[in-house]
């Protein structure tokens, strides 16, 4: 019996595994001219003064398992979802969110997920299956990149409150009342004392909207928010001076963050444990207390009641297809490239080493990770879910105090959390206890995705250049100065007009065209370039059994298709992008917005024309080899094909043939 190699694998292009003998040289001379691009060759020897260090290991299965629950429910669930949800119209969002998990989300998911664990590689070098389109990993770092630059001021502004908070015990809230410095006179902490006044929250201290009424009373969370965190300006040409608090609690998280990360996995193993599990607690009390306050129900029934006139508006879903995206970490090298671990593996098998960079690589190579994928994407929409319950119930309760309608009682931006969390907080027994309790829990969610996060991006520097970074504390280093960096760009955010920057990233760079992009381009290269029957059979030799066509089914229809027509229907219904519902953003700030989305999308057409131009030979040629994966099984998976039995056989086009 003799076993296909993967050298000898089929051209995707050519029937029947047909092998043209004229792409012989054009092939090895692609191979040869890979430089870093390719793996470390494996006959290389390695000077014992400079060997690389060990590979660390997961100490067991349920640390991987709440790492990546960690990942994947973070603030993008008890944070992003609340927002986009009350942005878009409560209810009428939920249609097109469970139609693109169910097209694309999930099927995405576990497709990056299999990639990582079958490879065992980077997020960059994963897609070597097709070198064609390695530009996929490139495009993800980018968008990684440029969310460790803003995501981490979240956590700034949660470690802010927080700091409040301390500075306030024995006194009430500082947000729940309007005897202080930063109140204005509209400040009203009991609402009947005008019940006919109408309620209009938008930024304060000059902003766009707050001098159109005079007397409009605004609820003391939402002023403690614009007034004494943001300190916001009237709008992103007025980006004012930096704001000291912010600064530092920046600084704080960020040396917090750097320590989380700096040791590698063995100390996010660990980690998890708390972050993954205690704001599983805290979402339960809020979702208790909130439905016990006035006026609950009526926010609940806004909630769940779809407004179907709303589904003809391409930003709908859009921002659906994005949450999902971004709640999923797909399209981030996050499900196929972190935890990096920047340490060289040594395999049983002699003269075989490897670089094992994905988080599913430190699982065993038969870990069912397609009942894992299913799971956790089940929690993470059940957790999104959860989150809003929270969020507009006491969002009813805030109408209900200020006789509103519910769509206008607070601002349906990114500070959304700020003023209803807050609020919520505000109405327990012992507020100041459960505040404190809360803000830690947002920083935790943001802490456990943030330094995954930073795995991602640093393991694609240490997947292309190796031999500088995996030897003593290079990685570390590194991992500072990617830091310092983030810090300093960071600081842009929080200005008087950070606000209206940090929208500004949100939208363009990890949301909207990016990830649709990207989910795209992964569902045609694995459906279609690499084969989803050959990436099933990859599968099969994981987990010992076949997923539901389904998975194969969207990977080659239902994702590309889904993504390509809301790409481009947004792209035809292209709205500039708006702040709290009535500040537009000028041409020069949207203009460079889509300098930010092209900066990833741009990597993978890019990336295809450099391989075409660097690779030698006639066009067809070119356009062959590099199709052809450059990519070498794991070890596990080499040895699981050499022990493949008569059972293990499969009929193919007609012909029997092994895996």
Same mark, same amino acid.
């Given at each position: 019996?003799?076993?296909?190699?993967?050298?000898?694998?089929?051209?995707?292009?050519?029937?029947?595994?047909?092998?043209?003998?004229?792409?012989?040289?054009?092939?090895?001379?692609?191979?040869?001219?890979?430089?870093?691009?390719?793996?470390?060759?494996?006959?290389? %020897?390695?000077?014992?003064?400079?060997?690389?260090?060990?590979?660390?290991?997961?100490? $067991?299965?349920?640390?991987?398992?709440?790492?990546?629950?960690?990942?994947?429910?973070?603030?993008?669930?008890?944070?992003?979802?609340?927002?986009?949800?009350?942005?878009?119209?409560?209810?009428?969002?939920?249609?097109?969110?469970?139609?693109?998990?169910?097209?694309?989300?999930?099927?995405?998911?576990?497709?990056?997920?299999?990639?990582?664990?079958?490879?065992?590689?980077?997020?960059?070098?994963?897609?070597?299956?097709?070198?064609?389109?390695?530009?996929?990993?490139?495009?993800?770092?980018?968008?990684?990149?440029?969310?460790?630059?803003?995501?981490?001021?979240?956590?700034?502004?949660?470690?802010?409150?927080?700091?409040?908070?301390?500075?306030?015990?024995?006194?009430?809230?500082?947000?729940?009342?309007?005897?202080?410095?930063?109140?204005?006179?509209?400040?009203?902490?009991?609402?009947?004392?005008?019940?006919?006044?109408?309620?209009?929250?938008?930024?304060?201290?000059?902003?766009?909207?707050?001098?159109?009424?005079?007397?409009? %009373?605004?609820?003391?969370?939402?002023?403690?928010?614009?007034?004494?965190?943001?300190?916001?300006?009237?709008?992103?040409?007025?980006?004012?001076?930096?704001?000291?608090?912010?600064?530092?609690?920046?600084?704080?998280?960020?040396?917090?963050?750097?320590?989380?990360?700096?040791?590698?996995?063995?100390?996010?193993?660990?980690?998890?444990?708390?972050?993954?599990?205690?704001?599983?607690?805290?979402?339960?009390?809020?979702?208790?207390?909130?439905?016990?306050?006035?006026?609950?129900?009526?926010?609940?029934?806004?909630?769940?009641?779809?407004?179907?006139?709303?589904?003809?508006?391409?930003?709908?879903?859009?921002?659906?297809?994005?949450?999902? =995206?971004?709640?999923?970490?797909?399209?981030?090298?996050?499900? #196929?490239?972190?935890?990096?671990?920047?340490?060289?593996?040594?395999? #049983?098998?002699?003269?075989?080493?490897?670089?094992?960079?994905?988080?599913?690589?430190?699982?065993?190579?038969?870990?069912?990770?397609?009942?894992? #994928?299913?799971?956790?994407?089940?929690?993470?929409?059940? #957790?999104?879910?959860?989150?809003?319950?929270?969020?507009? $119930?006491?969002?009813?309760?805030?109408?209900?105090?200020?006789?509103?309608?519910?769509?206008?009682?607070?601002?349906?931006?990114?500070?959304?959390?700020?003023?209803?969390?807050?609020?919520?907080?505000?109405?327990?027994?012992?507020?100041?206890?459960?505040?404190?309790?809360?803000?830690?829990?947002?920083?935790?969610?943001?802490?456990?995705?943030?330094?995954?996060?930073?795995?991602?991006?640093?393991?694609?520097?240490?997947?292309?250049?190796?031999?500088?970074?995996?030897?003593?504390?290079?990685?570390?280093?590194?991992?500072?100065?990617?830091?310092?960096?983030?810090?300093?760009?960071?600081?842009?955010?929080?200005?008087?007009?950070?606000?209206?920057?940090?929208?500004?990233?949100?939208?363009?760079?990890?949301?909207?065209?990016?990830?649709?992009?990207?989910?795209?381009?992964?569902?045609?290269?694995?459906?279609?370039?690499?084969?989803?029957?050959?990436?099933?059979?990859?599968?099969?030799?994981?987990?010992?059994?076949?997923?539901?066509?389904?998975?194969?089914?969207?990977?080659?229809?239902?994702?590309?298709?889904?993504?390509?027509?809301?790409?481009?229907?947004?792209?035809?219904?292209?709205?500039?992008?708006?702040?709290?519902?009535?500040?537009?953003?000028?041409?020069?700030?949207?203009? =460079?917005?889509?300098?930010?989305?092209?900066?990833?999308?741009?990597?993978?057409?890019?990336?295809?024309?450099?391989?075409?131009?660097?690779?030698?030979?006639?066009?067809?040629?070119?356009?062959?080899?590099?199709?052809?994966?450059?990519? %070498?099984?794991?070890?596990?998976?080499?040895?699981?094909?050499?022990?493949?039995?008569?059972?293990?056989? =499969?009929? $193919?086009?007609?012909?029997?043939? =092994?895996?």
């Amino acid at each position: 019996m003799t076993f296909r190699s993967e050298s000898q694998t089929a051209d995707p292009l050519l029937p029947n595994g047909q092998h043209d003998n004229s792409l012989s040289s054009t092939v090895a001379v692609a191979s040869s001219t890979a430089g870093h691009e390719a793996v470390l060759d494996e006959q290389t %020897p390695v000077d014992a003064k400079d060997a690389l260090k060990p590979r660390g290991q997961w100490a $067991s299965r349920y640390e991987f398992v709440l790492s990546h629950l960690g990942f994947c429910i973070g603030l993008g669930n008890v944070w992003r979802f609340p927002y986009i949800c009350y942005k878009n119209g409560g209810g009428a969002f939920f249609i097109p969110y469970i139609i693109c998990l169910c097209c694309a989300g999930i099927p995405v998911a576990f497709l990056e997920v299999a990639l990582g664990q079958y490879f065992a590689t980077g997020g960059i070098s994963c897609w070597d299956i097709c070198p064609l389109f390695r530009g996929i990993g490139y495009a993800s770092t980018v968008i990684l990149f440029w969310l460790n630059v803003y995501y981490i001021v979240v956590l700034a502004w949660g470690a802010l409150y927080l700091f409040y908070c301390f500075c306030y015990i024995g006194y009430d809230l500082p947000w729940t009342t309007c005897n202080n410095e930063w109140n204005t006179p509209q400040c009203y902490a009991n609402f009947s004392t005008d019940p006919h006044a109408r309620f209009f929250s938008a930024p304060s201290g000059g902003g766009p909207n707050r001098s159109v009424l005079q007397h409009a %009373p605004v609820d003391p969370a939402t002023e403690f928010w614009e007034h004494k965190i943001l300190n916001i300006s009237d709008g992103i040409d007025n980006i004012g001076s930096l704001n000291g608090h912010l600064s530092l609690s920046l600084l704080i998280v960020w040396i917090v963050c750097f320590f989380c990360v700096w040791k590698g996995v063995r100390t996010a193993g660990k980690v998890v444990y708390v972050t993954a599990i205690f704001p599983y607690g805290m979402l339960a009390l809020l979702v208790v207390r909130g439905m016990t306050l006035p006026g609950a129900f009526d926010g609940i029934y806004y909630y769940m009641k779809p407004d179907l006139s709303k589904l003809g508006d391409s930003s709908v879903w859009v921002d659906a297809g994005t949450q999902v =995206f971004f709640s999923l970490t797909v399209g981030l090298s996050s499900l #196929t490239g972190q935890p990096p671990i920047f340490q060289r593996a040594h395999s #049983t098998c002699p003269g075989l080493q490897y670089d094992f960079a994905a988080l599913s690589s430190y699982n065993a190579f038969n870990y069912n990770c397609y009942k894992h #994928t299913l799971y956790l994407c089940t929690v993470d929409v059940l #957790t999104s879910f959860f989150a809003g319950l929270a969020v507009f $119930s006491v969002l009813g309760f805030m109408a209900e105090q200020l006789r509103v309608p519910i769509e206008t009682v607070a601002e349906s931006g990114p500070g959304l959390a700020f003023v209803v969390y807050p609020t919520a907080m505000a109405q327990m027994p012992g507020a100041i206890a459960w505040a404190i309790f809360f803000f830690v829990m947002l920083i935790l969610l943001g802490l456990d995705t943030q330094f995954v996060g930073m795995y991602g991006f640093v393991s694609a520097i240490v997947d292309i250049y190796p031999k500088v970074f995996r030897k003593g504390y290079r990685r570390e280093c590194l991992t500072l100065c990617l830091c310092l960096l983030w810090y300093v760009m960071g600081l842009w955010t929080i200005t008087e007009g950070g606000m209206y920057v940090f929208q500004l990233f949100d939208h363009y760079c990890t949301s909207s065209f990016s990830l649709l992009w990207i989910a795209f381009w992964e569902c045609i290269v694995v459906g279609w370039f690499y084969g989803a029957d050959r990436f099933y059979d990859n599968i099969q030799l994981m987990v010992g059994e076949r997923p539901s066509p389904w998975m194969k089914w969207s990977w080659q229809y239902a994702g590309p298709t889904f993504t390509l027509v809301i790409f481009c229907y947004n792209i035809i219904q292209y709205e500039p992008l708006v702040y709290d519902r009535i500040y537009e953003y000028p041409l020069g700030a949207q203009v =460079f917005g889509w300098l930010l989305a092209l900066s990833s999308m741009l990597c993978i057409p890019g990336y295809m024309i450099y391989k075409l131009i660097k690779t030698p030979g006639l066009f067809k040629q070119r356009w062959r080899a590099s199709l052809m994966s450059t990519l %070498p099984d794991r070890p596990e998976a080499k040895m699981a094909k050499q022990n493949c039995t008569e059972e293990l056989l =499969f009929i $193919s086009g007609g012909r029997r043939q =092994f895996l």
